[in-house]
């Protein structure tokens, strides 16, 4: 059965939230046969989509799967690397020690580890991320770009731009990125990514692209310290619950897009890029480093993806890790 149809049948329901639809209409809409329809609406019930069947009166769609599944990503994914290889997870400590131990092993590149739920999830700067069960999307990607190490800095700002562009699109959400990886929605974060390396002294073996998308959790299930700095995806859409494979799978369209191009063209149009969606660039920003704290005003940053902050005195400092406070 040609998965267009259960395309277009999903797009029906959605958009007509409340009515019931015939059989009959379906099948004119849809110009296929009603025992395609009935298939198509079993097979939907197999994945977990609750269609209710009142006599005289026809189907209505009142819930919806809230499972990642590698069929369900899969499922129209017009990629020919990023998503195209899924190893899925229940619970896991984190997708990153997995998809590290895949990339030993020689997996492709554009191999995806997802998780249901991660115990020991990874921040930046040895930070725990909190990934409550079936809340968001915790997912590895393994990439193999042919680049020199001092460049993997570039491949989280791609990530971030691409990210923010599958969100803006698929969610009419606007998004804002911190420097070097965070996206910021009303000033609060919604997504982290951690880009970790295996690499010789002159060549990128592979790159670990882990990324963390608060989607559908709950304002409850923060922990209280950080209630008042990170949101959701869906607590910025008035609580609506959001279809994390659809979204999945839009990031990995954006990504592998914005891939090919760096590839092909370098980096300097995802610098544009993420300066535009950048919240510090021009204004006055302390860098937290390791070696103490930078005041300044962001300026831009490197073809390396450094961040420039213009002390008072005119000085350029360059910024490769901290922690950033607007
Ligand atoms: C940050 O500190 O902002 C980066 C957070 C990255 C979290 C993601 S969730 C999937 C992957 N697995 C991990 O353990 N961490 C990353």
């Given at each position: 059965m040609p998965s267009s149809i259960r395309e277009e049948l999903l797009a029906v329901f959605n958009n007509e939230k409340e009515t019931y639809i015939s059989g009959q209409m379906l099948s004119e809409k849809l110009n296929c046969t009603r025992t395609a329809i009935w298939k198509h609406i079993e097979e939907l019930r197999n994945e977990g989509y609750v269609i209710e069947a009142v006599q005289k009166r026809g189907y209505r769609m009142t819930g919806r799967p809230d499972k990642l599944s590698s069929d369900v990503v899969k499922r129209n994914l017009t990629t020919n690397k990023i998503g195209q290889n899924i190893h899925f997870y229940e619970t896991t400590p984190s997708t990153q020690r997995i998809a590290h131990l895949l990339a030993q092993q020689?997996?492709?590149?554009g191999t995806v580890v997802f998780a249901?739920?991660?115990?020991e999830g990874k921040g930046r700067l040895d930070r725990s991320w909190h990934s409550p069960v079936g809340a968001g999307i915790w997912m590895s990607i393994i990439l193999r770009p042919n680049l020199p190490p001092q460049h993997a800095p570039q491949l989280t700002l791609l990530a971030a731009v691409a990210i923010v562009r599958a969100i803006e699109s698929e969610l009419n959400i606007t998004c804002e990125i911190k420097w070097p990886n965070d996206i910021l929605i009303n000033g609060k974060k919604a997504v982290g990514i951690l880009t970790e390396l295996h690499a010789e002294a002159d060549r990128i073996n592979s790159v670990i692209v882990g990324i963390g998308i608060n989607v559908n959790t709950t304002k409850e299930e923060f922990p209280s310290e950080l209630q008042h700095l990170a949101t959701s995806l869906s607590l910025e859409k008035g609580g609506d619950k959001i279809d994390r494979a659809s979204l999945a799978r839009v990031i990995f369209e954006s990504l592998e897009e914005m891939y090919e191009k760096y590839l092909e063209h370098g980096f300097t149009f995802i610098k544009l890029l993420w300066e535009s969606y950048s919240?510090?660039?021009g204004k006055q920003i302390i860098a937290r480093t390791i070696s103490g704290e930078i005041r300044g005003y962001a300026r831009g940053i490197t073809d390396e993806g450094v961040l420039m902050i213009e002390e008072s005195d005119g000085k350029i400092q360059y910024i490769h890790s901290a922690d950033i406070e607007l």
């Open positions: 020689g997996k492709p590149e249901e739920e991660q115990t919240v510090s660039i």
